[in-house]
DNA sequence: ATTCGGGTCGTTTTT
DNA sequence: CGACCCGAAT
């Protein structure tokens, strides 16, 4: 029992009490992982339960995924058969064993967000409505709060209360939408995000055999974050633990900064009331950061009050004072920022990853990104984008799904014309009003289409027909990354991709290739036991762009404060400390809404363990209009010992020589990118018939001012050559189609002499 | 089937 | 300002 040498006094009661329910309450910085983890391992090690019998749930598979690591290394191989992760991954783990007892089939799909927005958007169009009033995010997250408060489409239309806020806010119609929401998925055989939690509400209130095999299967069941839960979720995990009564929840209601996203800071703040031999622990000592920077943090946190009761201390040095930089604008800032840290990582002797910038809005990052990549400093974005929202990632996926789960209605509208087979946006709003005039599955409807479309379409949904039964086979017979190989190429999809010699194209060729490696490590790795393509896809449905390998790469973080939670650096920038933009304007309804801004704030300095520097600009341009802009309030807020101002960076400063000589190549310190154009190709030229000699060139000595030929694009002029990395690239001008940027190692190309 | 022009709107984010 | 959406025009 080593390793409760380890830990301090309360921190190890709170490894110790493992019966009965726990509230630890958890300070930034004071070893939350740590005891979670070590709690785990002294249930398995020292009392002997079942590692089957533990269930513990996180808000990220991040935060899951490192948990079960330290376990692994504590305790070995058993700790494989805890139950760990994500909520939505749990109980959609659960809900697919389940899931018949409340009419949904065991492959059932997970529709994201995208794919709920289109789907709202069918139905306010179907119903007439407008859309500039009933708009699909506006509407979704609508739906949304309902499901997380449990409330459901009958109770929804119901509700006196509810009624009177949607007429209030000009839309009476919201509850018919969340029914016909609700019907659509429920034909499509899918659940969105809300669902998954609110089924298993559901599945556990109707099915007492159901939900008493699971409360005695997790004897001890533990929920990280406790304080971003939502009613929907606390539900569950007390439903879960009424048995035995072993509940465990972690949280710090200073760090309880998702309240737009159902949230509900009560939860913790109340959860004395549901079990009132409730034991709680405080976790009060901070290993993180210096005495500095958690006094300001403290500072800051003690004006809320709304807030349970604890001293966050520590017995690290002082070290430096917080910096308050005033810039005049926001490029200055971003200027300030990249010269700071170019500075201190020399002078320090620090890595990139040493180093983090914090701000409140993800456009806030443009003005430090060109900073950084005018003085060459490596950098990475956290967040933006996500792999599995690219647009040949969700196409590749349609497909997968589609032919997994053939009512999926979404993923059907994705494929049934990519790539093009000529049947428009008119077949397939007759294909799907066919399913629901008929009350027919919409799989039914396809297979039998000539019935339903003349000439041409009808033909064409048939042969689309033909071709989802050949991949239906494939998946019965093959697994996953076998069957995903021949769906891709079958469908087409991977020659689209591979004809386009654009960088974009090949680039998305490689996202394609990706996708398929990461099913084939699926299919290798033995801790999978389904191999099929159906327990893949609903592996994947719940990752998130965060959850991917990280390269190693050694970069400075941007990102903004919400995703910043749970992660540390040595030096951190808080930018864009102006009032409105932080606290944001846009959130500031309420004394509720300014206490969450100001944990948010919290969250922010705390990430720092040496140093913190609070930046703001007194100009900033937004929407196109420049802006006058006032320190922000937090800085009054933040106790002034803690503070200097500093003069020697604020204003205008000449930057080191070094970074002064103009033309310096900007763009190898580029990783993260939030944005990428679509090359834009005029459909009537694509085809461009090779000359019937047409033969590639070796491209070794390609020069600028050659004409060369390309097979798709004809021919052009090569304008340049770029050298990057091992490759080089050619900006050749095209007669027809422009300018484009041809990996030369790739493109084919004929040198016209 | 695509493209272009006009109009709108603009937090934070996980699953 | 600029990204996105929609409808009119090709």
Known sequence: MDYLKELNPPQREAVERTEGPVMIIAG?????????????????????????????????????????????????????????????????????????????????????????????????????????????????????????????????????????????????????????????????????????????????RDHADVLNKYQHRFKYVMVDEFQDTNLSQYLITKKLAAVHQNICVVGDDAQSIYAFRGADIQNILNFEKDYPDLFVVKLEQNYRSTKTIVEAANSIID??????????????????????????????????????????????????????????????????????????????????????????????????????????????????????????????????????????????????????LSGRAGSSVDDFATMIKAFQIEVERKDAFEAANFIA?????????????????????????????????????????DKSLGAFLQEIALLTDNDRDKDTTDAITLMTIHSSKG???????????????????????????????????????????DKLYLTYALTRYRFGRLLNCEPSRFLEEVDPATIKVNKRMSATREMPGAMRQEGLPGGSGFIGLKKKPESRVPSQMKIHTPSPDFKPSNTNNLQAEQLVEHPKFGFGKVEKIEVEGLNRKATIKFEHFGEKTLLLSFAKLRIID
Do not use: C
Request: zero cysteines; hydrophobic letters at 40%; a neutral charge.
């Open 28 to 204: 930034a910085g004071s070893g939350k992982t740590r005891v979670l983890t070590y709690r785990i391992a002294h249930l398995i090690y020292a009392r002997g339960v079942d590692p089957f019998q533990i269930l513990s749930l996180t808000f990220t598979n991040k935060a899951a995924a490192e948990m079960k690591h330290r376990i692994e290394s504590l305790v070995g191989l058993d700790a494989r058969n805890t139950w760990m992760g994500t909520f939505h991954s749990v109980f959609a783990k659960i809900l697919r064993v389940e899931s018949e007892k409340i009419g949904y089939p065991s492959n059932f799909t997970i529709y994201d967000t995208d794919d709920s927005k289109s789907l709202i958007r069918s139905i306010v169009k179907e119903m007439r409505l407008d859309d500039k009033v009933y708009k699909q995010g506006v509407v979704l997250s609508r739906i949304s709060g309902a499901k997380n408060r449990l409330i459901s489409w009958q109770a929804y239309q119901k509700d006196p209360f509810v009624k009177a806020d949607d007429e209030a806010a000009m839309r009476p119609r919201m509850g018919e939408i969340y029914q016909k929401y609700q019907d659509r998925l429920f034909k499509s055989g899918a659940m969105d995000f809300d669902d998954l939690l609110f089924n298993t509400n559901v599945l556990f």
């Open 303 to 452: 004006k809320n009050k709304a807030q349970l009761k604890k001293t966050v201390w520590t017995s690290n040095p002082d070290g430096d004072l917080i910096e308050l930089i005033k810039a005049t604008s926001d490029n200055e800032e971003g200027r300030i920022v990249a010269t700071t840290i170019f500075e201190e990582r020399n002078n320090k002797k620090l890595n990139n990853s040493d180093f983090a910038v914090l701000y409140r809005t993800n456009s806030q990052s443009r003005a430090i990104e060109e900073a950084l990549r005018k003085m060459n400093l490596t950098y990475k974005i956290v967040g933006g984008l996500s792999f599995y929202q690219r647009k040949e990632i969700k196409d590749l996926m349609a497909y997968m799904r589609f032919t997994v789960n053939s009512v999926d209605e979404e993923a059907f509208k994705r494929i049934i014309n990519y790539p093009k087979r000529g049947i428009g946006d008119t077949s397939v709003e007759k294909i799907l009003v066919a399913a629901y005039d008929h009350d027919m599955p919409l799989w039914e409807v396809v297979q039998n289409a000539p019935n339903f």
């Open 489 to 529: 190429k079958q469908s087409g999809l991977l020659r689209e991709l591979y004809e386009d010699k654009t960088i974009e194209g090949l680039n998305r060729y490689e996202n394609v290739q990706e996708l398929l490696n990461a099913i084939k490590e699926y299919v290798d790795n033995p801790e999978n036991e």
């Open 567 to 609: 992660l540390e650096f040595k030096q951190v920038f808080v930018v864009g400390m102006e009032e409105d933009l932080f606290p944001s304007q846009m959130m500031m309804q309420s004394r509720e809404d300014l206490e969450e801004e100001r944990r948010l704030f919290y969250v922010a300095t705390t990430r720092a363990m």
